[in-house]
């Protein structure tokens, strides 16, 4: 890959790219109600400015079932459930599928036992995974939701992938649906705002975001596509992310260690991670309208401080993302010009056609 000149980005509303997605999958071989399973996750994060986790993962998501790396027919099964804890195998199904069945035995253990927690292995890429925080803190519980990933992370003090990116997501329940929402990777950013970089033409990113091939921080762009992401905060990230390996891999008794695990970007095998959804009933605590009272006056406390130099507010978890989610709804989802052509190729290789776009005024128009 070489760096360019970006080119314009291509607007689409938010039905007509899930409706294109549903129809790509289906020629792919996916059945339709699992199309829709895999393409609301995708709609979702490029709605919320989760770019590198939104409708860009299509071409490799076909890939995969196009390799026989996925079965899109697979639900998965139950290994054991003891008391409040499941052990879920997912036979290598489409992870959207898999992920719906474990946050629902999530919530059912839960509310039955107070606190639930459900681990996943021989699973496939889920997409962000503060969609199935989300699902799970809809039902009044807190949702905290892990996966490992293919190793694209030195830990600390090495120049030698051995971890993943190792998501972790928190999401608190709230009456309006947007109390406080934490997604980040243990990584400072994920793989794909590197990819971004790239696309959009630029020739560095920001120190701490990737390792070169000594294990040095650099800012150079193609130092760093040849090199590693950097764990957030240092030792820090390396902990963290080996705390959610343990807590994914290791507890659901799935693949661990070397490459077991590989990604998105791997072709000719499965990819083998693991999931974990943990629920916790806030009614066993305290009531709901209480707790989302007080869960309002602490978040309106932590942003009244006042704003650093250079800044017009504090912003806690979530927020930034329902307002570009707000924004996208009414203006339509940007899709980077080198995300634009892969699902183009894709569309004529199946023969689907392509969603309307969105002309500068919010005006719809056929792509030509």
């Known amino acids: 890959m070489k760096v360019g000149e970006p080119l314009p980005a291509v607007v689409v509303r938010a039905e007509d790219l899930k409706a294109f997605i549903e129809r790509i999958l289906v020629a792919a071989g996916v059945p339709p109600e699992r199309a829709e399973l895999v393409a609301d996750p995708l709609v979702a994060s490029s709605l919320r400015g989760v770019d590198s986790h939104g409708v860009q993962l299509l071409p490799h998501y076909v890939g995969q079932l196009e390799r026989g790396d996925v079965n899109p027919h697979a639900d998965g099964h139950v290994v054991s459930e003891n008391g409040a804890c499941m052990v879920y195998d997912a036979e290598h199904g489409l992870a959207q599928v898999t992920a719906r069945i474990c946050c629902r035995h999530a919530v059912r253990l839960a509310q039955r036992c107070g606190l639930s927690m459900v681990v996943a292995r021989e699973a496939n890429h889920f997409g962000a995974a503060a969609y199935w925080g989300q699902m799970i803190s809809r039902e009044g519980l807190i949702g905290i939701v892990m996966c490992d990933a293919s190793m694209q992370v030195p830990p600390w003090q090495g120049r030698e992938a051995r971890l993943g990116t190792n998501p972790i997501c928190v999401s608190v329940p709230h009456s309006q649906g947007k109390g406080w929402l934490l997604d980040m990777a243990t990584t400072t950013v994920a793989y794909g705002k590197i990819e971004q970089a790239l696309l959009r033409g630029e020739k560095t990113i920001p120190y701490g975001w990737a390792v070169d091939r000594e294990g040095v921080p650099t800012t150079d762009l193609e130092a760093a596509l040849k090199g590693l992401l950097m764990p957030l905060g240092g030792y820090k990230g390396t902990g963290l992310a080996m705390m959610v390996e343990i807590l994914t891999g290791i507890l659901a008794g799935g693949p661990v260690y070397g490459t077991q695990v590989t990604g998105v970007r791997h072709r000719g095998r499965p990819m083998r991670c693991n999931h974990t959804f943990i629920a916790i009933d806030v009614r066993r605590f305290l009531p709901l309208e209480e707790f989302y009272a007080r869960l309002e006056s602490w978040i309106a406390d932590v942003k009244s401080a006042r704003p650093a130099k250079g800044y017009d507010e504090v912003l806690v978890a979530g927020e930034p993302e329902w307002r570009t989610e ?43």
Do not use: C, F
């Open 326 to 368: 707000e924004r996208r709804r009414r203006e339509g989802i940007p899709i980077m010009a080198g995300h634009w052509e892969p699902l183009v190729r894709l569309a004529t290789r199946y023969g689907v056609a392509l969603p309307r776009t969105v002309a500068p005024g919010g005006q719809d128009s056929p792509v030509g």
